[in-house]
């Protein structure tokens, strides 16, 4: 009895001891995340549909389909095209996806199993029904990162990154701003004002934009003709570049010349200002003149005939028009009328018309006898140098009687 005893006594503490791993076991199971084995194949009728990812990373057969978050079916197969790892998976009969669905590798946990959710697209309107054999291609396929490449980033930037100079680049942007925060403000509130101002003219600087590609345009269409233009345009341009030297003497001898015009008028500034001034009684003096210079020329033209006779010569003849006055009395009192006749100062005898060399009248002085302009031909007035004075008048019948002898 002694012996089975000490036999159980011995094996319980071992029991135990197994008893004990197992638990221990069993946590660090729990504590990697340790599930129930993958597998959500759908009970009743389903239909296959195929993915392509670039890479499927730790994907297994089995593996659940979601479909926001609810299992809809599992993994068939994992097989390679091409480069890119296929997936085939059976999904419920009663699920409708759209047609552009899209198919992203994703993690139940940190450290949970993979599986592939099938969504809506995001960025586009969904169109039709993903059928049965449809296949989901890689650019409407994604994954999420991994534990190992977030924390592999995270030491890059905690060991080789510039996480280090943040320090540095805050004191040096601290030193850089400080004293100038109302300056800075005044820079934020300006390019707030210039970013509005660019929002207001949206639309203009859309149509500006719009009318840029349309010239842009023409000008690519016109691009045979611009290049025949520039092609036309290299002769001149030879012929500018071979006479350069002439061009650059020609305008440095123009330089010269400006020098020269400029010292010839500030030396003769004073004379200049001189002639002027002496100028400025004649112009005056022309000024004064007004209409009476253009007049006095126009009549020196038809001098000594005054300018309206011109009308009246047709070739080597004068048309004369005169008005006589035929009153009878008039008549009469000028055939009648005698007159004493008088001398004049250089002895010649003077009357009231033109007089014969004995001092007769042998013209008698018509009242109403019109010259070629039309107005009454004058007498001529005895303060006249030279012309015939007197007070009377010798008629016809006095120039026949002997008037003034």
């Given amino acids: 009895m002694t012996a089975p005893t000490a036999t159980a006594a011995r094996t319980g503490p071992a029991r135990r001891r197994l008893a004990g791993a197992l638990i ?29 990812f670039t890479e499927v990373l730790d994907l297994v057969p089995q593996a659940a389909v979601k479909v926001n978050d609810v299992t809809v079916g599992s993994v068939v197969k994992i097989s390679l095209s091409g480069w890119d790892a296929r997936v085939r ?59 190992e490449e977030v924390l592999g980033a995270l030491g ?41 101002g660019l929002d207001a003219q949206r639309t203009n600087i859309t149509k500006a934009i719009t009318a840029l590609d349309s010239f842009s345009d023409q000008l690519a269409k016109q691009k045979q003709t611009i290049g025949a233009a520039v092609d036309a345009l290299d002769p001149g341009l030879t012929v500018l570049a071979q006479q350069r030297q002439q061009l650059t003497t020609a305008l440095t001898s123009l330089g010269k ?12 500034r004073d004379d200049t200002l001189a002639s002027l001034k002496a100028l400025q009684p004649i112009l005056t003096q022309l000024v004064r003149a007004g209409d009476d210079l253009p007049k006095a020329l126009n009549f020196l033209l038809t001098y000594p005939f005054p300018p309206n006779v011109t009308g009246a010569i047709s070739g080597d003849f004068v048309n004369l028009h005169a008005t006589v006055d035929l009153d009878g009395a008039s008549i009469l009192s000028n055939l009648l009328t005698v007159g004493p006749s ?7 005898p003077t ?47 006095g120039i026949l009687l002997g008037c003034g002898s």
């Fill in 257 to 268: 010349l400006s020098d020269v015009g400029t010292r010839v008028v500030n030396e003769s």
């Fill in 89 to 147: 998976m059976r999904i419920d009969r009663d699920v409708q996806l759209p047609a552009n669905a899209t198919a992203m590798i994703r993690q139940s946990s940190l450290l949970g199993e993979k599986f592939v959710e099938l969504a809506a697209p995001t960025g586009e309107q969904p169109t039709g029904r993903l059928a049965g054999g449809a296949l989901i291609p890689v650019s409407r396929t994604s994954r999420t990162a991994e534990v």
């Fill in 24 to 52: 221990a076991v069993c946590a660090l199971t729990a504590a990697a995340g340790c599930t129930a084995l993958p597998g959500g194949a759908p009970s009743g009728p389903s239909y296959q549909v195929s993915a392509d």
């Fill in 351 to 397: 009357g009231s018309g033109a007089t014969s060399q004995h001092g007769n009248s042998l013209l008698p002085n018509l009242p109403g006898l019109t010259g070629p302009s039309g107005s009454p031909t004058p007498t001529p007035s005895p303060s006249t140098p030279g012309a015939p004075t007197g007070g009377g008048k010798c008629g016809l019948l």
């Fill in 156 to 196: 890059l930037l905690l060991n080789g990154g510039g996480l280090a100079q943040v320090k540095t680049i805050n004191e040096e942007l601290t030193n850089a701003l400080s004293g100038r925060e109302a300056t800075v403000k005044d820079l934020l509130n300006q390019l707030d004002t210039f970013l509005a």
């Fill in 342 to 348: 008088d001398t004049g100062t250089s002895g010649t």
